[in-house]
């Protein structure tokens, strides 16, 4: 009895998450003939350009080795810029439930003819980044990011540090073809 008693007692080890690596990157401009736009792309994506939903020019930029997709949506404009915005702000807004905030940051890049925002989408929500490029005359462009696991801020944070950055890429380097 004495023996036994002086023993430590055994306690349970918390939760851990897996250590996700995160590669180097380096960045080329997309080469996709016939399509209205062109950015820069990391060397750890690729685009899956088969047809989304039915829809010309839509794209999924796949990080594989993150479990990552941006979806991307792009629609000419021919006077409804108002209608597609308002559909995208309903979109970006049916996460509202889930957010604790959704903060807004303008983009413009004048000598491109590129215009859009930026949303972060802070909480555990499924998209933690949307983002609207436009020309406002011709071009619409619509991004979302998505990780293909349950979202969980704290654990995903490589990746979304990560795909924030990208996003940020994708937006400066947009030319409209």
């Not at 350009?49 to 993150?66: C, H, M, N, R, S």
């Not at 597609?84 to 959704?102: G, K, M, P």
Request: proline residues 7%; charged residues 20%.
């Amino acid at each position: 009895l004495l023996f036994m008693s002086c023993q430590r007692r055994a306690v349970p080890k918390p939760i851990g998450y897996f250590r996700i690596a995160i590669p180097d990157t380096a960045y080329t401009m997309t080469q996709l003939p016939r399509y209205p736009y062109s950015f820069r792309l990391s060397n750890n994506a690729y685009i899956n350009d088969a047809l989304v939903d039915g829809e010309k020019f839509w794209i999924d930029i796949q990080y594989p080795t993150l479990n990552a997709t941006i979806h991307c949506s792009y629609k000419p404009i021919n006077n409804n810029l108002r209608i597609l915005s308002r559909d995208a702000q309903e979109f970006l807004f049916s996460h509202s439930t889930i957010a604790s905030a959704i903060p807004e940051q303008e983009f413009a890049n004048p000598d491109e003819r590129v215009y859009g925002v930026y949303f972060e989408l802070h909480g555990n929500t499924a998209s933690p980044f949307q983002f609207i490029l436009t020309d406002s005359t011709e071009h619409f462009f619509r991004g979302s990011v998505y990780c293909n696991t349950i979202p969980n801020q704290d654990s995903l944070a490589p990746i979304y540090d990560y795909t924030r950055h990208d996003v940020r890429i994708i937006m400066e380097s947009m030319q409209w073809q």
